[in-house]
């Protein structure tokens, strides 16, 4: 089963499959994941006959019984599984790192902060007008909104259990730089450190001003 979430068009669709309520056309499923009809289609038959979705025809709500080819629609399979794969980039602090000592060899620290803030900065500002926590999830953050966005994956985890000064570090210059690409103004990146999850946590500034 792991194995077919492997790829990653197949796991982001079997991840907002897995979070709908209702089932889930082939067409919703394209749409929301953007990518073709024809590619979801493939993808989800896929995870199906892996078992971790199930798949039946069902006609849209309002449709007369016999009316047409009723569509294909998927849920998760209720088989008691709960699989869950953290995402991990670990290549973004590699090359972070790899930037920093070409830069500036002899403060190769400072340098990895100021690329993983330029880094953010410079994503950021690509995705403008895209939402935080959106951005957020597409990264492997798995954010959860609350008085403060705490983020459950660490994409830098065996790195971050190695040297966790220095790769919390880069990933709060790196969220940073984020968030300030995204011109998203009231909210502000802090480290708080906590077991199994992000060493990050994003507080909303017009909640809690104190944190500077």
């Known amino acids: ?7 990653t068009s197949r796991r982001t669709l079997y991840d907002y499959v897995r979070r709908q309520g209702d089932p889930v056309s082939r067409e919703e499923a394209a749409a929301a994941c953007h990518m073709s009809r024809s590619l979801a289609a ?12 199930r ?11 016999g009316r047409g080819r009723s569509p294909k629609v998927y849920q998760a399979a209720d088989n008691g599984l709960a699989i869950t794969i953290p995402e991990r980039r ?4 590699a090359e972070i790192l790899a930037d920093a000592v070409v830069d500036d060899p002899a403060n190769a620290d400072d340098a990895a902060r100021r690329h993983a803030e330029q880094r953010g900065r410079l994503l950021g500002s690509q995705l403008r007008g895209t939402a935080l926590l959106d951005v957020l999830t597409g990264l492997g953050f798995e954010p959860e909104s609350g008085t403060a966005t705490v983020l459950r994956n660490c994409p830098f985890h065996a790195l971050a259990t190695r040297q966790t000064a220095l790769v919390c570090g880069l990933n709060h210059a790196f969220l940073t730089g984020l968030i300030d690409g995204l011109n998203v103004t ?3 990146a802090r480290l708080a450190p ?19």
């Not at 089963?1 to 790829?7: E, G, H, S, Y």
């Not at 906590?194 to 500077?212: K, N």
Request: net charge negative; charged share 20%.
């Open 55 to 65: 798949a039946r025809y069902q006609a849209p709500p309002g449709q007369p019984r």
């Open 1 to 7: 089963m792991v194995t077919a979430l492997a790829d």
């Open 186 to 188: 009231q909210v502000h």
């Open 90 to 93: 670990y290549e973004l602090i």
């Open 194 to 212: 906590r077991t199994g999850a992000c060493c990050v946590e994003l507080d909303d500034r017009s909640i809690c001003p104190s944190h500077g």
């Open 42 to 53: 493939f993808h989800l038959d896929k995870l199906v006959a892996a078992g971790l979705l």
